[in-house]
């Protein structure tokens, strides 16, 4: 099926149109007309060859919301109108024990990712930053209602990476927890934290945020440029989530936890980080990974996102300023997700 995108053609070009096939819909699969596609920092790490080699034109997206047009005559979860989405993956082995343990990230064959893996039929997969996409029904999400759908599609990213962890390590009632960084993701960690009833603090390179912090669910926030910030916090939570790819001292971080605590790293360094080991053995504390969810999760969390209300905040876009969208999210210079607006994509 002819389908029209915006592609990287190498690692230092620009983003530009890009016209390709997509499969005809075998027996489970779903086409879905894409509307809306939130921009993530990993699509940018992605295009830029940051991550390991890929192979161009690539189309990236991964933050995909839209409507079913077409369906395989196998499909019985979907049909034709039905408002989905579909997350970083589209497949996996579905054998081994990650995956029946409903754990698809964790596929001990690889996931197949939404765009740049090598997918079970030998092609590339190509992402949402274009007109329509082909998933097999299995993982294909059905978005809340209530919920407006730009400002929902990124949480198939932004919002399962916070709501995994937090999930996990059991955030609510009782727990104090640290969101460090308020960007793409930290803004959701905030509300995603906050309506599961814990009490969430905000560690913030500066206050510049606080007002808006405060908005989205956060009781207290401090900016980690204090030295004294350390002092005052020392032994205080019961989880932190790191979002921020920025070379932090984990070390210092770590401190703040409680005995038994967790600080949990979403957020992915340029360079290594060195770890005290005194950081950890001092209180019995874990540092820990996560990466997204499974479908199973995910579809949790867009269920938990659309009783509570929660999506993201957002700037809409047109296509042709993907590549200015870029240089911003760089910059920081968004609150908080960019998200693409595929009406004004142009055959």
């Known amino acids: 099926m002819k389908t029209f995108g915006y592609a990287a053609h190498s690692g230092k070009a620009p983003l530009a149109p890009y016209t390709f096939e997509r499969r005809e819909p075998r027996a489970n699969d779903v086409v879905i007309e894409i509307k809306y596609c939130g921009i993530c920092h990993s699509d940018i790490h992605t295009v830029r060859d940051e991550w390991g080699a890929k192979t161009y034109p690539l189309i990236p997206g991964h933050e995909i919301a839209g409507v079913v047009t077409r369906v395989g005559a ?46 079970k039929d030998g092609t590339m997969t190509q992402g949402g930053y274009s007109s329509q996409i082909v998933v097999d029904q299995d993982f294909v999400l059905k978005m809340p209602k209530n919920l407006p759908l730009d400002a929902a599609a990124p949480l198939l990213c932004a919002g399962i990476t916070l709501y995994s962890p937090l999930n996990h390590w059991k955030a609510g009632p009782g727990k104090k927890v640290a969101i460090i960084g308020m960007g793409g993701l930290g803004h959701m960690g905030v509300k995603i934290a906050a309506a599961l009833g814990a009490e ?21 926030f401090y900016a980690t440029s204090d030295k004294e910030t350390f002092k005052k916090l020392g032994g205080h939570f019961d989880l932190i989530i790191n979002t921020v790819s920025a070379n932090l001292d ?38 820990a990974g996560s990466l997204i969810g499974g479908i199973k999760e995910t579809q949790e969390m867009l269920d938990f996102c659309g009783k509570h209300n929660i999506t993201c905040d957002i700037e809409l876009i047109p296509v042709s300023k993907i590549n200015e969208a870029y240089e911003r999210v760089i910059k920081s210079d968004v609150r908080y997700r960019f998200v693409i607006d595929m009406k004004t994509l142009q055959a």
């Open 74 to 119: 196998g499909v019985s979860k979907h049909k034709i109108g039905d408002v989905v989405g579909v997350g970083c993956l589209v497949d996996s082995c579905r054998e081994c024990s990650p995956c029946k343990d409903h754990l698809e990230q964790f596929c001990e064959k690889g996931m197949i990712g939404t765009y740049g893996s090598t997918d």
């Open 200 to 220: 969430v603090t905000v560690l913030s390179q500066s206050l510049s945020k606080q007002e808006d912090g405060k908005r989205l669910g956060a009781k207290h």
């Open 250 to 287: 984990w070390n210092q971080y770590l401190g703040l936890l409680k005995h038994d605590g967790t600080m949990v790293v979403v957020g992915i360094p340029e360079k290594e980080v060195p770890v005290n080991a005194f950081s950890i053995v001092m209180g019995r504390r874990s540092l």
